[in-house]
T-cell receptor
Framework: ETGVTQSPTHLIKTRGQQVTLRCSSQSGHNTVSWYQQALGQGPQFIFQYYREEENGRGNFPPRFSGLQFPNYSSELNVNALELDDSALYLC?????????????FGPGTRLTVL | KQEVTQIPAALSVPEGENLVLNCSFTDSAIYNLQWFRQDPGKGLTSLLLIQSSQREQTSGRLNASLDKSSGRSTLYIAASQPGDSATYLCAAYYGQNFVFGPGTRLSVLP
């Protein structure tokens, strides 16, 4: 089975612009989560999508939005970029099992906002 | 509030030493706890996953333990090597998302 993939690998934007990051979940995984990791910190939960619906959200403003498609791939959109949005953005897909629930992470997209 | 902390923040050891990384979580209602490795500028590599009903997991030179009642997990690395140098992240899973600690930055000196 293929792993979680993300695109692009790196991205440079200027303040005020909009950006779209993409994630393809692991085969058969219907749940995708997004995390933001600022330099020197642990990842912070942004939101999760389950069967194309948002299924939980962390402490992030509405300018962070997402989509999930019928094939379970997902997009993270960030509007009105701020300098503090510079971070590594990680996508994870969930394998639901009993008793094991496990998340698999992609390699991340490095966003730099100038 | 669900929080995860890790001690120490950074650690530098000579090659060959055994070492212990510590993780604490405030909410004991976890589904599982996972340890990850992260190399500079890279994504997360899963090392060990411990289910809430388990006490420990082992993989090669790595052993992770879990004590839900005290809200603690430890990652033990035996016979450390320079290739083990990385940041180690502990993450508590609560059924929807992970809550990550800030990581321990490990340097193993040859």
């Amino acid at each position: 089975e293929t792993g979680v993939t993300q695109s692009p690998t790196h991205l440079i934007k200027t303040r005020g612009q909009q950006v779209t990051l993409r994630c393809s979940s692991q085969s058969g995984h219907n749940t995708v989560s997004w995390y933001q990791q600022a330099l020197g910190q642990g990842p912070q939960f942004i939101f999760q999508y389950y069967r194309e619906e948002e299924n939980g959200r962390g402490n992030f403003p509405p300018r962070f939005s997402g989509l999930q498609f019928p094939n379970y791939s997902s997009e993270l959109n960030v509007n009105a970029l701020e300098l503090d949005d510079s971070a590594l953005y990680l996508c994870a897909s969930t394998r639901w099992g009993s008793p094991s629930i496990e998340q698999f992470f992609g390699p991340g997209t490095r966003l730099t906002v100038l | 509030k669900q929080e995860v902390t890790q001690i120490p923040a950074a650690l530098s050891v000579p090659e060959g030493e055994n070492l212990v990384l510590n993780c604490s979580f405030t909410d004991s209602a976890i589904y599982n706890l996972q340890w990850f490795r992260q190399d500079p500028g890279k994504g997360l590599t899963s090392l060990l996953l411990i289910q809430s009903s388990q006490r420990e997991q082992t993989s090669g030179r790595l052993n992770a333990s879990l004590d839900k009642s005290s809200g603690r997990s430890t990652l033990y690395i035996a016979a450390s090597q320079p290739g083990d140098s990385a940041t180690y992240l502990c993450a508590a899973y609560y059924g929807q998302n992970f809550v990550f600690g800030p990581g321990t930055r490990l340097s193993v000196l040859p």
